[in-house]
């Protein structure tokens, strides 16, 4: 089992930045792919980002150009940074994992969660 904490949520202003962490835990060794997905108010759960355990990154066309995912494999930590957030980044956003290693889009591909951190932009 699997156990992954997010962190790094909170208020932003348009063109503001926030890093997110998500902290893993517990069966780390069946660890591949990391994701990013967030869910925004009355819309279904997104792929953000995800990275693989050989560090290939995938982003969504949204968040091109502004966001990076990086993970720390020594500290079990994936991140995501956000730059240049507008006010449609605002979400939920949740960290997810799963052992097995490539690039996936629907949430069912994953078989780990956070619990999630809220991202609010809005001046």
């Known amino acids: 089992q699997v156990q992954l904490v997010e962190s790094g949520g909170g208020l932003v202003q348009p063109g503001g930045s926030l890093r997110l962490s998500c902290a893993a835990s517990g069966s780390i060794f069946s660890i591949n792919v990391m994701g990013w997905y967030r869910q925004a108010p009355g819309k279904q759960r997104e792929l953000v980002a995800s990275?693989?355990?050989?560090?290939?990154?995938y982003y969504a066309d949204s968040v091109k150009g502004r966001f990076t995912i990086s993970r720390d494999n020594a500290k079990n930590t994936v991140y995501l940074q956000m730059n240049s957030l507008k006010p449609e980044d605002t979400a939920v956003y949740y960290c997810?994992?799963?052992?097995?290693?490539?690039?996936?889009?629907?949430?069912?591909?994953?078989?780990?969660w956070g619990q999630g951190t809220q991202v609010t932009v809005s001046s």
């Open positions: 997810a994992a799963d052992d097995r290693d490539g690039f996936y889009s629907r949430p069912s591909s994953y078989g780990n």
């Open positions: 990275i693989t355990s050989g560090g290939s990154t």
